[in-house]
């Protein structure tokens, strides 16, 4: 792939505090593409932007909470009006917690519904007349392998994932005819802090888990960086509505 094949774009990257999405915005900085990074956690961000801008590259840090339609339109206007237009939306940020589901909470079920997949459709759905004024576009949204099998003690986050596979396929064949190709990437387990920073419930029976763990390998978020801006990117044209494993293999199982 061309080393600058964003050159002259702009991306926005929710979740850029950290993980995936701080190598997805790191990454399409270094192909040539100004960066909004957009996350909650405005100190991440500021490091992420620092990063981007001490390679030489453009990027501006929004604080937003994605799960707030408000915030989440805003962050869109705020990455037009800086940087000019929007070509490329990244809908990385997410947020996971296992619980049994008999005993899941209103708010947690709320939390992880509206980040995860209300949050995606938010940035999405303010993203979208802007990413129609280009000739090609792209919205690359991360669901999770989590939202194509099931996992024991997830069912906010598969049914938050799965609804993200769903929407994807529907943006991306409701603007088919207008030039935005819509498609999401579903990564099994990845070396990030969202993995590092959660356990298993209490009681929770340990084989259920490890059914999903055919390999002992954590996916980098550098590999998923690079399936993400090879999605959005005009070598992947004819690729739209797809949701792409990231998992080795487990999905064959």
């Known amino acids: 792939m061309d080393d600058k094949i964003f050159e002259g774009q702009v991306a926005l990257v929710t979740g850029a505090g950290s993980g995936i ?26 490091e ?20 707030n339609s408000e915030e989440a339109s805003e962050s869109v206007e705020t990455c037009v009006r800086e940087l000019g237009q929007l070509n490329v939306l990244a809908n990385v940020a997410g947020v996971l917690a296992m619980e049994h589901a008999h005993l899941t909470q209103d708010e947690v079920w709320n939390r992880i519904l509206g980040v995860n997949l209300n949050g995606t459709f938010f940035t999405s759905r303010a993203a979208i007349p802007h ?6 576009s792209a919205i690359v949204n991360v669901a999770s392998l989590a939202g194509i099998i099931g996992q024991a003690y997830c069912a906010a986050y598969c049914a938050s994932k799965a609804g993200v596979v769903s929407l994807t396929r529907v943006m991306a064949l409701e603007y088919i005819k207008q030039g935005l190709r819509v498609n999401c990437v579903c990564p099994g387990a ?23 763990s055919l390999v002992p390998k954590s996916t980098e978020p550098e590999e998923v960086a690079q399936t993400i801006s090879y999605l959005a ?21």
């Open 21 to 46: 999405g701080r190598a997805t915005a790191e990454l399409l900085s270094k192909q040539g593409a100004s960066v909004a990074c957009a996350d909650i956690n405005l100190e991440g961000t500021h």
């Open 48 to 67: 992420t932007v620092a990063q981007i801008q001490s390679a030489g590259g453009q990027a501006l840090a929004i604080e937003c909470n994605i799960s």
């Open 131 to 136: 990413l129609l004024k280009s000739k090609q």
């Open 190 to 212: 990845v070396s990030t802090p969202l993995i590092a920073n959660f356990s298993p419930p209490e009681n929770a029976d340990i084989d259920l888990i490890k059914r999903l």
């Open 233 to 253: 990117s005009p070598t992947a044209k004819s690729i739209n509505g797809i949701a792409m494993p990231l998992d080795y293999g487990v999905h064959a199982g």
